[in-house]
């Protein structure tokens, strides 16, 4: 069992840089793969970045590669994505959660979610 909190949303200008924290508890955090996936209004959720439980492999949207990084300290249990050149397409709530194997890539595929930090980006 594995229960995560999200922090360190808000709301920044177009440009600027916010850095999201998702804190895992439970004894198994650093056997998991770890995603943080984004929903914005109408929309469909989207995998933004993920990271295998090494940290040796990280995963990106092609929205969001070279402005987004995701990492991982699993002596903290946590994980955590810099967001960088922030866009108002950017604007979203943001979960994080944790794999449970299969592709990476599909929500369908993480069985334990935080509750999600609202991230908003003004032009």
């Known amino acids: 069992q594995v229960q995560l909190v999200e922090s360190g949303g808000g709301l920044v200008q177009a440009g600027g840089s916010l850095r999201l924290s998702c804190a895992a508890s439970?004894?198994?955090?650093?056997?998991?793969?770890m995603g943080w996936f984004r929903q914005a209004p109408g929309k469909e959720r989207e995998l933004v970045a993920a990271?295998?439980?090494?940290?040796?492999?990280?995963y990106y949207a092609d929205s969001v590669k070279g402005r987004f990084t995701i990492s991982r300290d699993n002596n903290k249990n946590t994980v955590y994505l810099q967001m960088n050149s922030l866009k108002p397409e950017d604007t979203a709530v943001y979960y994080c959660?944790?794999?449970?194997?299969?592709?990476?890539?599909?929500?369908?595929?993480?069985?334990?979610w935080g509750q999600g930090t609202q991230v908003t980006v003004s032009s």
């Open positions: 959660a944790a794999h449970s194997g299969g592709s990476i890539w599909l929500g369908a595929n993480y069985d334990y």
């Open positions: 990271i295998r439980w090494s940290g040796g492999s990280t």
């Open positions: 439970g004894r198994t955090f650093s056997t998991y793969a």
